[in-house]
């Protein structure tokens, strides 16, 4: 069996990488923006242009061609995986090109259907924010079919930390132009996106080339394999589209909420994904293409699934724990030290925490979810994930209606915190959809989850790491907030592990031993 910790650990490295650069670039951000209409308005730009990124790009090709693209390569037949490649990069490239074009001129519709509380300047700028940034999110997309090959090939460092050259650039443009007006910055910054994209995009292709050296771009769609991708790209296409559609939901619920809501947000999202990607999309991303290459008869690929499949849970669930439980408790603290600077006050920070709490219901079922939708690709299931994403986003839009925008009257607290029953009603909707998952998964392939007495470790384990967290916060008080949340969180996260490794949990003995 292909061992994939190395790989996982190569991804996680990656996306740590690129997330520590997001959090300095949203931290930048706000100290120039702060939580005004201005600032709301560029992030709900981005989401706009993003769908492309998001539906066309690394989620769909991860399910429709790294597993078509992975097994020509097992199978040594390395002329026809790089006719594939090139098939599936051309017809992507033509079908970015033309829906950036419609993006763009269909921007006014958009923002209606989307940022419908947008209104005046606010709203107009939004428009020409977005009508620059497509271009530049049109370029991600063949990023992320880069990012594809790459991984077939087992080389997962370089397309994980490519999104650094886009932090990077949006970075300077801040630093450059930061004492600009608000709204002259936004527009400035969308452009700096749009270099920042092509950086992207560019440090990529020489390698792919190396890897790929018989690729030729071409529309040539007479190859099974390359009408399989295709098959299997357009519920995925669909899947992807509903799970971006939730969170257009929520971005539009939040338009309708007071100013500072959307970046409210966006912000907690920041933080939400860290834990989501750097170990739900490691994990996933690293086992995938093994997955996919796995030979032999029907019992021996379903016991070899169960195999991987389980031992990614385990290592999934021992770090998404304690971040669950550390956005529920200590959020704050956290908040605090990255985001607090420039226009961004002590009760912008506690806005974050509260949206960051509601996330935190639905962290581990979002992350565990990742993994088996990953194994129903690897079995060329694209259409269950499909059905169960269709619930969950109807689940999303009730829930998340009568949260944010009912809840906070009937409870009598101010309406900005609907934000944080948005967040939260998210969170109940991803259960039901892995539970749902997980499910028809065991009904084909046998039982797979995690033992109850695993997951009752952990949250002990983080339970106590609060506990002791919270002491010495209390001991510290007020004084030098951002400070003192080195030692709070680094007491939470010593006493975590220590714990764990106290009760038995395998993964953190052998964290421990690969740190020592």
């Not at 589209?241 to 939730?246: D, F, K, L, N, P």
């Not at 935190?360 to 990742?370: H, K």
Request: net charge positive.
């Amino acid at each position: 069996m292909e061992r994939t910790g190395r790989y996982a650990f190569l991804v996680s490295t990656g996306i740590l990488l690129t997330r520590l650069a997001g959090l300095v670039r949203q931290t930048i951000f706000l100290h120039f923006f702060g939580f005004n209409p201005e600032a709301d308005a560029f992030l709900a730009a981005v989401k706009i242009p993003n769908f492309l990124q998001n539906i066309l790009g690394e989620g769909a090709l991860s399910a429709s061609f790294i597993p078509v693209y992975a097994r020509l390569l097992a199978e040594g037949d390395a002329d026809e995986a790089d006719r594939v490649a090139g098939a599936v990069g051309a017809i992507l490239a033509l079908t970015t090109s033309m829906l950036v074009l419609a993006g763009i001129l269909a921007t006014p519709w958009l923002i209606d259907a989307i940022a419908y509380g947008f209104h005046g300047a606010q709203r107009q700028l939004t428009i020409r924010l977005v009508r620059i940034l497509f271009p530049g999110v049109g370029m991600l997309v063949p990023s992320a079919w880069c990012l594809g090959i790459l991984n077939s090939h087992r080389k997962f460092f370089l397309s994980y930390t490519a999104p650094l050259a886009w932090n990077a650039a949006m970075i300077a443009t801040l630093l450059i132009y930061g004492g600009r007006p608000l709204g002259q910055l936004a527009v400035i910054l969308a452009w700096g996106s749009v270099v920042g994209s092509l950086l992207q995009f560019g440090v990529q292709v020489p390698p792919v080339l190396r890897l790929a050296r018989r690729l030729r771009l071409s529309l040539d769609t007479h190859s099974a394999h390359v009408r399989e991708v295709l098959r299997n790209f357009v519920p995925v296409f669909c899947s992807r589209g509903v799970v971006q559609i939730s969170a257009y939901v929520d971005n539009l619920l939040a338009t309708l909420l007071p100013a500072g809501a959307v970046t409210g947000l966006s912000t907690s999202q920041l933080l939400y994904t860290l834990p989501v990607s750097l170990f739900g999309m490691s994990v996933s991303a690293a086992e995938l293409p093994a997955m996919s290459s796995a030979l032999g008869d029907q019992s021996e690929i379903y016991a070899r699934l169960r195999g991987r499949l389980n031992r990614g849970l385990r290592q999934i669930a021992f770090f998404v724990v304690p971040s669950a439980m550390g956005f529920l408790a200590m959020g704050g603290v956290i908040a605090t030290a990255l985001f607090q600077t420039g226009r961004v006050r002590h009760t912008d920070s506690d806005y974050v925490w509260g949206i960051l709490a509601g996330s935190s219901v639905g962290l581990l079922a979002s992350t565990l979810g990742r993994l088996y939708s990953s194994t129903y690709y690897a079995l060329r299931d694209t259409r269950t994930p499909l059905r169960f994403a269709v619930i969950r986003i109807a689940l999303t839009a009730g829930l998340g209606w009568v949260c944010a925008l009912h809840v906070p009257h009937w409870i009598g607290i101010e309406a900005k915190w609907g934000v944080a029953g948005l967040t939260a009603s998210a969170g109940v909707a991803g259960w039901v959809e892995f539970t749902l998952l997980r499910h028809t998964l065991n009904l084909r392939i046998g039982r797979t989850g995690l033992p109850f007495g695993f997951i009752a470790r952990l949250w002990t384990a983080a339970l106590l790491a609060a506990a002791a967290g919270w002491a010495v916060k209390l001991a510290i008080g007020p004084h030098f907030p951002k400070l003192s949340a080195i030692p709070i969180l680094g007491v939470y996260g010593a006493v975590y592990f220590a714990v764990t490794y106290l009760l038995g949990v395998e993964e953190s003995v052998a964290t421990l031993q690969r740190f020592l």
